[in-house]
């Protein structure tokens, strides 16, 4: 029975590749040492600068900002550690609520004003000598100068001439 | 000096043409090694291009210390295999081995045995430990030397006979049908 066992893995060496995958995998073996051995060109050597840049900038602006971050405060903790209490952002939040509020109300209190100003100016006839059009009108009126007989304008250029 | 060696020579100073015949002389056993040992056709196809790949690449480190260059060959092969299990972690399967792969002769049909065949060898090679179906595989597949064996799985030469006597005990127990009945029961 031994003998036969071994008979039956002598066998086994009629196991073979498939050709066309052998041709194949024949050609990739050996192109993979000159596709290796390739040169790099100077353009291509640092090419990847060009992906670590951001990469580089990220890690400086990191750098710089974790330390700042845990720099002391006025109360002798840690900034950081202040900026993550609860109760202290629960409190500015309160601080910031009312200013708005008071922001808000003093704004309101201008618009008003500005807008019964506006509507006093147009209600008041004293004021009408300020529009720009009654004022233009009035002038054209007084001169006459449509009116070649007009008397005013010959003083006017008498005045001018001597 | 042998021709083989002129060749790995020849091919160290980065000769294709030289290595694309230690190549053709040495992938087929290299193939047949990883195939009884992964089963699967297409990732044994794999790891044979991966580990001539390998060979190429780092041949100039390749040194002759009184055995042939099929031994490197060998122990990348064997190497590429183990981290085939590590990371797939495959299961071996009865038609894993391709029966096309297997180049029938009339004169083999005739010979023979019909008490068990070829498929129940590899059934059974496959349930033996790594280095069991090394020694096997190389010993009488590959029909390397027992020096050669003890060198590429890093044994004593006696060691390997040991290992030899218990694989052939475990072979034939499993296809006497203690293993392989229950095998089958499983499946």
């Excluded at chain 1, 008979?7 to 050609?27: F, S």
């Excluded at chain 1, 002798?76 to 601080?95: D, F, H, R, T, V």
């Excluded at chain 1, 008003?112 to 006093?120: E, G, P, Q, R």
């Amino acid at each position: 029975m031994e003998n036969n066992i071994v008979l039956q893995l002598k066998r086994l060496k009629t196991i073979t590749p498939d050709p066309v995958w052998n041709a194949n995998a024949r050609r990739v073996v050996l192109a993979s040492r000159e596709i290796l051995r390739a040169p790099i060109s100077s353009g291509m050597r640092y090419r990847f600068l060009w992906f670590a840049a951001p990469v580089l900038a990220l890690g400086v602006i990191a750098f710089v900002m974790l330390p700042t971050s845990f720099l002391p405060a006025e109360d002798g903790g840690l900034a950081a550690n202040g900026a993550l209490n609860p109760q202290s952002i629960a409190q500015e939040l309160k601080g910031f609520s009312i200013h708005v509020q008071i922001k808000e109300i003093r704004y309101q209190e201008t618009a008003d004003n500005a807008v019964a100003t506006a509507l006093s100016e147009i209600t008041d006839s004293a004021t009408q000598h300020l529009s720009p059009s009654l004022l233009k009108s009035e002038e054209a009126n007084a001169l006459n100068l449509t009116n070649p007989k007009n008397p005013s304008i010959d003083e006017m250029l008498d005045t001018v001439i001597f | 000096m042998k021709e083989e060696e002129l060749l790995v020579k020849k091919a160290q100073e980065g000769n294709a043409d030289a290595f694309g015949k230690l190549y053709d002389t040495h992938m087929p056993r290299i193939f047949r090694f990883i195939v009884l040992k992964v089963g699967a056709k297409h990732d044994a196809e794999d790891l044979t291009q991966q580990v001539f790949i390998n060979a190429w690449q780092h041949l100039p480190n390749f040194e002759f210390k009184g055995f042939p260059f099929s031994s490197w060959l060998y122990r990348i092969a064997s190497n590429a295999v183990i981290d085939y299990y590590r990371t797939a972690r495959p299961t071996y399967d009865i038609e894993k081995v391709p029966e096309e792969l297997v180049a029938r002769t009339a004169a083999m049909e005739n010979e023979l045995d019909h008490s068990f065949g070829m498929e129940t060898i590899k059934i059974a090679l496959a349930k033996l430990d790594p280095e069991h179906q090394n020694v096997l595989i190389l010993r009488f597949v590959e029909d390397r030397s027992t020096k050669e064996i003890a060198e590429l799985i890093e044994k004593s030469e006696g060691a390997v006979r040991v290992i030899q006597h218990r694989a052939l005990k475990t072979l034939k127990s499993i296809v006497d049908g203690k293993q392989y009945r229950s095998t089958i029961k499983e499946a």
